[in-house]
């Protein structure tokens, strides 16, 4: 009997000192890791909704590039934090491909992570060589089922844009050789000479060139059209169920009081919906998302189910 009431002390106890820590959260500066170089789409959803985190808390939000390993150098940072709610994770889809994309990782996103909020996602766009004779998915699948040679380029190695590409071959079962390139601009300017026939991108690095008539646009990724290109089909409508996109989400430490994550998740949801911050998203090609932490969770744990199926099939490594 004594040994139960003691249990139940502690339990009151960390009930109590979780309330005690949210009511006085934040009381310092909150550091905000960013897993790619600034400039990027992260650092973009970052350096957007920062400001307006650090006025809703009354805190300073310090972004922070730590680029490096693939984006595992600033995960692992995160996963190994205290657990207090001052060093979060701006995430993105690395959290579920690199799990297992990389042969050896210092953390489990499932274990090691505790999901705050999604904060949105960006469609990637298919674009092809503007000398490749196709005007459709439908007739860049038939030109690859008809024999001809062809190649995809890609932004890297285990990137979204590789995956999505590896992706669609699966479905619409074709046959394309890989290309990887360090980066869009360098890959974008190969499709744009007929180096390469075709590619996946994000929106925000692909339209511009397909805006300037060096690239042609055939559908893109997400799974209703897109606002800034309304005209121009998604791939789900010649290849039902086919959808990928881009993300971002923020993500504190493992173990992270649930009051603060529920302050956090509360004061982000309300900023995704400020009418300013929609419109920054929307001349970068991204949806503002929000929901819940559990729908985060739950996110998280189905994209490391659908791009372990991808990268196994693939046979990426690293």
Same mark, same amino acid.
């Given at each position: 009997?004594?040994?139960?009431?003691?249990?139940?002390?502690?339990?009151?106890?960390?009930?109590?000192?979780?309330?005690?820590?949210?009511?006085?959260?934040?009381?310092?500066?909150?550091?905000?890791?960013?897993?790619?170089?600034?400039?990027?789409?992260?650092?973009?959803?970052?350096?957007?909704?920062?400001?307006?985190?650090?006025?809703?808390?009354?805190?300073?939000?310090?972004?922070?590039?730590?680029?490096?390993?693939?984006?595992?150098?600033?995960?692992?940072?995160?996963?190994? $934090?205290?657990?207090?709610?001052?060093?979060?994770?701006?995430? $993105?889809?690395?959290?579920?491909?690199?799990?297992?994309?990389?042969?050896?990782?210092?953390?489990?996103?499932?274990?090691?992570?505790?999901?705050?909020?999604?904060?949105?996602?960006?469609?990637?766009?298919?674009?092809?060589?503007?000398?490749?004779?196709?005007?459709?998915?439908?007739?860049?699948?038939?030109?690859?089922?008809?024999?001809?040679?062809?190649?995809?380029?890609?932004?890297?190695?285990?990137?979204?844009?590789?995956?999505?590409?590896?992706?669609?071959?699966?479905?619409?079962?074709?046959?394309?050789?890989?290309?990887?390139?360090?980066?869009?601009?360098?890959?974008?300017?190969?499709?744009?000479?007929?180096?390469?026939?075709?590619?996946?991108?994000?929106?925000?690095?692909?339209?511009?060139?397909?805006?300037?008539?060096?690239?042609?646009?055939?559908?893109?990724?997400?799974?209703?059209?897109?606002?800034?290109?309304?005209?121009?089909?998604?791939?789900?409508?010649?290849?039902?169920?086919?959808?990928?996109?881009?993300?971002?989400?923020?993500?504190?430490?493992?173990?992270?009081?649930?009051?603060?994550?529920?302050?956090?998740?509360?004061?982000?949801?309300?900023?995704?919906?400020?009418?300013?911050?929609?419109?920054?998203?929307?001349?970068?090609?991204?949806?503002?998302?929000?929901?819940?932490?559990?729908?985060?969770?739950?996110?998280?744990?189905?994209?490391?189910?659908?791009?372990?199926?991808?990268?196994?099939?693939?046979?990426?490594?690293?």
């Amino acid at each position: 009997m004594k040994r139960l009431t003691v249990f139940c002390w502690i339990a009151a106890f960390s009930v109590l000192s979780g309330t005690a820590r949210a009511d006085t959260y934040p009381s310092k500066p909150i550091k905000m890791l960013v897993p790619f170089p600034a400039g990027g789409t992260v650092d973009f959803f970052a350096r957007t909704v920062g400001p307006r985190l650090a006025e809703a808390l009354g805190q300073p939000v310090l972004i922070e590039n730590r680029s490096g390993a693939g984006g595992n150098i600033a995960v692992e940072a995160v996963a190994k $934090s205290p657990a207090d709610g001052y060093t979060l994770l701006m995430g $993105s889809e690395i959290v579920s491909i690199n799990i297992t994309l990389y042969e050896k990782l210092g953390y489990d996103p499932e274990k090691d992570l505790a999901p705050v909020v999604l904060v949105g996602t960006v469609p990637n766009i298919l674009l092809v060589s503007p000398s490749l004779p196709v005007k459709s998915t439908q007739e860049l699948i038939a030109y690859a089922k008809s024999g001809k040679k062809m190649s995809y380029a890609s932004t890297g190695l285990g990137t979204s844009s590789q995956l999505s590409s590896e992706l669609f071959k699966s479905v619409a079962g074709i046959d394309v050789l890989h290309v990887p390139y360090k980066g869009g601009a360098p890959a974008i300017v190969d499709l744009a000479g007929g180096q390469v026939e075709m590619m996946f991108v994000n929106m925000p690095t692909g339209l511009p060139m397909v805006k300037g008539g060096k690239v042609r646009i055939l559908a893109v990724t997400s799974a209703q059209r897109a606002p800034q290109v309304p005209d121009v089909p998604t791939i789900a409508e010649t290849l039902p169920g086919f959808e990928t996109s881009a993300w971002s989400a923020l993500y504190a430490p493992a173990g992270t009081p649930k009051p603060v994550i529920d302050k956090l998740n509360a004061a982000m949801v309300k900023i995704l919906q400020m009418p300013d911050v929609k419109a920054a998203l929307a001349e970068q090609g991204a949806v503002p998302a929000g929901g819940t932490p559990q729908a985060l969770g739950d996110f998280t744990k189905s994209e490391i189910v659908k791009w372990e199926k991808i990268i196994k099939a693939s046979g990426a490594k690293i």
